[in-house]
């Protein structure tokens, strides 16, 4: 069973900085398609990056030159690292993977994922 724990989340002032982490376990990280989601309240759950095994990011267009994914196959870690932070960050991100090549889905729909963290919140109030 493939397991994700995110952690790096926090509280900070806009225009600052995170970096987020998804510790996988159970499994080898390069076998999927990995990705970053969001979830603000009252909203649906967005999907901010993704990468696959051979790189080959992808962003939604309200984080492209602000946030950068990354994945390191040794540690079997993704991460997201966050800059230019603003209020409309704000949310409690998840950690995902999917099964299927990234290149053969959507990979900003959620159902396409198999597996998922339980998230770690990122507040930017000043």
């Known amino acids: 069973q493939v397991r994700l724990l995110e952690s790096g989340g926090g509280s900070l002032q806009p225009g600052g900085s995170l970096r987020l982490s998804c510790a996988v376990s159970g499994d080898t990280i390069s076998r999927y398609c990995m990705a970053w989601f969001r979830q603000a309240p009252g909203k649906e759950r967005e999907g901010v990056a993704k990468?696959?095994?051979?790189?080959?990011?992808g962003y939604a267009d309200s984080v492209k030159g602000r946030f950068t994914i990354s994945q390191d196959n040794y540690n079997n870690t993704l991460y997201l690292e966050m800059n230019k932070l603003s209020p409309e960050d704000s949310a409690m991100y998840y950690c995902?993977?999917?099964?299927?090549?990234?290149?053969?889905?959507?990979?900003?729909?959620?159902?396409?994922?198999?597996?998922w963290g339980r998230g770690t919140q990122v507040t930017v109030s000043s």
């Open positions: 995902a993977a999917a099964l299927r090549p990234c290149w053969q889905m959507r990979w900003e729909d959620s159902h396409e994922y198999n597996f």
């Open positions: 990468i696959n095994t051979v790189g080959d990011p």
